[in-house]
Protein backbone atom coordinates (compact mmCIF):
# COMPACT_ATOMS: atom_id res chain seq x y z
CA UNK A 1 0.00 0.00 0.00
CA UNK A 2 1.51 3.56 -0.89
CA UNK A 3 1.58 6.29 1.63
CA UNK A 4 -0.96 7.99 -0.25
CA UNK A 5 -3.31 5.76 0.52
CA UNK A 6 -2.74 5.78 4.52
CA UNK A 7 -5.47 7.95 6.35
CA UNK A 8 -2.64 9.66 8.11
CA UNK A 9 -1.39 11.07 4.63
CA UNK A 10 -4.62 11.84 3.14
CA UNK A 11 -5.05 14.30 6.41
CA UNK A 12 -1.42 15.49 6.18
CA UNK A 13 -2.32 16.44 2.54
CA UNK A 14 -5.58 18.46 3.35
CA UNK A 15 -3.76 20.20 6.01
CA UNK A 16 -1.55 21.26 4.00
CA UNK A 17 -3.78 22.32 0.57
CA UNK A 18 -5.81 24.49 3.43
CA UNK A 19 -2.99 26.12 4.73
CA UNK A 20 -2.10 27.36 0.65
CA UNK A 21 -5.39 28.81 0.16
CA UNK A 22 -4.97 30.51 3.72
CA UNK A 23 -4.42 35.03 2.45
CA UNK A 24 -0.70 35.66 2.45
CA UNK A 25 1.01 38.37 4.53
CA UNK A 26 1.65 41.07 1.94
CA UNK A 27 5.14 42.88 2.82
CA UNK A 28 5.93 46.53 1.58
CA UNK A 29 9.02 49.00 1.38
CA UNK A 30 8.32 52.59 0.70
CA UNK A 31 11.17 54.03 -0.67
CA UNK A 32 11.79 57.58 -1.43
CA UNK A 33 14.14 58.19 -4.35
CA UNK A 34 15.21 61.92 -4.26
CA UNK A 35 17.63 62.22 -7.90
CA UNK A 36 20.15 63.34 -5.61
CA UNK A 37 23.61 61.98 -5.61
CA UNK A 38 23.83 58.69 -4.06
CA UNK A 39 20.04 57.88 -4.85
CA UNK A 40 19.35 58.29 -8.56
CA UNK A 41 18.81 55.72 -10.90
CA UNK A 42 21.35 53.18 -10.33
CA UNK A 43 20.14 53.28 -6.31
CA UNK A 44 17.06 53.00 -7.39
CA UNK A 45 17.24 49.41 -9.35
CA UNK A 46 19.93 48.05 -6.86
CA UNK A 47 17.44 48.85 -4.26
CA UNK A 48 14.58 47.10 -6.20
CA UNK A 49 16.69 44.19 -6.79
CA UNK A 50 17.90 44.10 -3.32
CA UNK A 51 14.25 44.42 -1.69
CA UNK A 52 12.65 41.77 -4.54
CA UNK A 53 15.64 39.12 -3.28
CA UNK A 54 14.70 39.60 0.48
CA UNK A 55 11.84 38.40 -0.02
CA UNK A 56 9.52 41.39 -0.30
CA UNK A 57 6.14 41.40 -1.93
CA UNK A 58 6.12 45.68 -2.88
CA UNK A 59 7.82 48.73 -3.24
CA UNK A 60 5.62 52.01 -2.86
CA UNK A 61 6.67 55.62 -4.26
CA UNK A 62 5.33 58.66 -3.08
CA UNK A 63 4.15 60.77 -5.84
CA UNK A 64 3.58 64.57 -6.12
CA UNK A 65 3.97 66.81 -8.81
CA UNK A 66 5.95 69.81 -6.75
CA UNK A 67 7.73 70.79 -3.46
CA UNK A 68 8.07 73.54 -2.16
CA UNK A 69 10.50 75.12 0.24
CA UNK A 70 7.54 76.73 2.61
CA UNK A 71 3.92 75.92 2.95
CA UNK A 72 1.01 77.57 4.26
CA UNK A 73 -1.02 74.21 4.25
CA UNK A 74 -0.56 71.96 7.20
CA UNK A 75 0.29 68.43 6.75
CA UNK A 76 -2.76 66.22 8.39
CA UNK A 77 -0.98 63.09 8.57
CA UNK A 78 0.95 63.38 11.83
CA UNK A 79 4.69 64.70 12.16
CA UNK A 80 6.59 61.57 10.51
CA UNK A 81 5.19 62.04 6.97
CA UNK A 82 5.21 65.99 7.43
CA UNK A 83 8.98 66.06 8.64
CA UNK A 84 9.56 64.04 4.93
CA UNK A 85 7.55 66.65 3.05
CA UNK A 86 9.10 69.75 4.88
CA UNK A 87 12.59 68.69 5.23
CA UNK A 88 15.05 70.85 2.89
CA UNK A 89 17.11 68.63 0.66
CA UNK A 90 20.34 69.93 -0.32
CA UNK A 91 23.50 69.22 -2.08
CA UNK A 92 27.35 70.20 -2.04
CA UNK A 93 27.36 72.61 -5.49
CA UNK A 94 23.31 72.46 -5.83
CA UNK A 95 21.83 74.49 -3.45
CA UNK A 96 18.15 74.47 -3.18
CA UNK A 97 15.27 72.30 -2.44
CA UNK A 98 14.98 68.95 -4.30
CA UNK A 99 12.28 67.26 -5.53
CA UNK A 100 11.53 63.35 -6.08
CA UNK A 101 11.26 61.52 -9.29
CA UNK A 102 8.01 61.25 -10.85
CA UNK A 103 6.50 57.78 -8.88
CA UNK A 104 5.22 56.32 -12.30
CA UNK A 105 8.61 56.96 -14.53
CA UNK A 106 10.44 55.67 -11.19
CA UNK A 107 8.58 52.61 -10.81
CA UNK A 108 9.04 51.75 -14.32
CA UNK A 109 12.90 51.58 -13.66
CA UNK A 110 12.67 49.60 -11.16
CA UNK A 111 10.16 47.15 -12.82
CA UNK A 112 12.67 46.70 -15.52
CA UNK A 113 15.20 44.96 -13.10
CA UNK A 114 13.15 42.72 -11.34
CA UNK A 115 10.15 39.94 -12.15
CA UNK A 116 8.02 39.25 -8.75
CA UNK A 117 7.94 42.69 -7.08
CA UNK A 118 4.73 44.68 -7.12
CA UNK A 119 5.20 48.27 -7.16
CA UNK A 120 2.59 51.12 -6.17
CA UNK A 121 2.24 55.22 -6.12
CA UNK A 122 0.70 56.28 -2.38
CA UNK A 123 -0.90 58.52 -3.01
CA UNK A 124 -1.50 60.03 -6.67
CA UNK A 125 -2.95 63.56 -6.48
CA UNK A 126 -5.78 62.70 -9.52
CA UNK A 127 -7.07 65.85 -9.70
CA UNK A 128 -3.66 67.34 -10.27
CA UNK A 129 -3.65 65.64 -13.70
CA UNK A 130 -5.40 65.57 -16.99
CA UNK A 131 -7.53 62.47 -16.80
CA UNK A 132 -7.08 61.44 -20.18
CA UNK A 133 -3.44 61.49 -20.84
CA UNK A 134 -2.65 60.61 -17.16
CA UNK A 135 -4.76 57.21 -18.00
CA UNK A 136 -2.84 56.70 -20.98
CA UNK A 137 0.19 57.05 -18.95
CA UNK A 138 -0.83 54.69 -16.32
CA UNK A 139 -1.89 51.98 -18.60
CA UNK A 140 1.49 52.14 -20.31
CA UNK A 141 3.44 51.86 -16.41
CA UNK A 142 1.08 48.93 -15.57
CA UNK A 143 2.06 47.68 -19.17
CA UNK A 144 5.71 48.05 -19.01
CA UNK A 145 5.69 46.32 -15.29
CA UNK A 146 3.95 43.55 -16.75
CA UNK A 147 0.83 44.14 -14.84
CA UNK A 148 2.85 44.46 -11.26
CA UNK A 149 1.45 48.05 -10.58
CA UNK A 150 -0.69 49.06 -8.15
CA UNK A 151 -2.58 52.51 -8.30
CA UNK A 152 -3.16 54.54 -5.65
CA UNK A 153 -4.78 57.44 -5.61
CA UNK A 154 -6.28 60.72 -3.35
CA UNK A 155 -7.03 64.44 -3.62
CA UNK A 156 -4.12 65.90 -1.48
CA UNK A 157 -3.75 68.27 1.15
CA UNK A 158 -1.19 71.10 -0.35
CA UNK A 159 -2.96 74.05 -1.45
CA UNK A 160 -0.03 75.29 -3.19
CA UNK A 161 0.41 72.28 -5.12
CA UNK A 162 -3.51 72.83 -6.40
CA UNK A 163 -2.09 76.36 -7.29
CA UNK A 164 0.60 75.25 -8.79
CA UNK A 165 -0.91 72.77 -11.14
CA UNK A 166 -3.90 75.38 -11.51
CA UNK A 167 -6.04 73.24 -10.54
Known amino acids: M ?7 MRDYHLQ ?6 RPKIRVGISEV ?13 DTAILIEKLGFDTLWFPEHVVFFEEYAS ?3 YGSVG ?32 TSKLRF ?9 RN ?14 SSGRYDFGVGVGWSKEEYE ?4
Do not use: M
Not at 33 to 45: C, I, K, P, Q, S
Not at 93 to 113: E, K, T, Y
Not at 131 to 138: D, G, H, L, N
Open 2 to 8: SEGRQPW
Open 16 to 21: RRARSL
Open 33 to 45: VYGERGREVAFLR
Open 74 to 76: KYP
Open 82 to 113: GNEVFRKRQELDNPGLRGIFDGPIAIVAAASV
Open 120 to 128: GTFVTILPQ
Open 131 to 144: PVVFAREIATVDHL
Open 164 to 167: ACQT
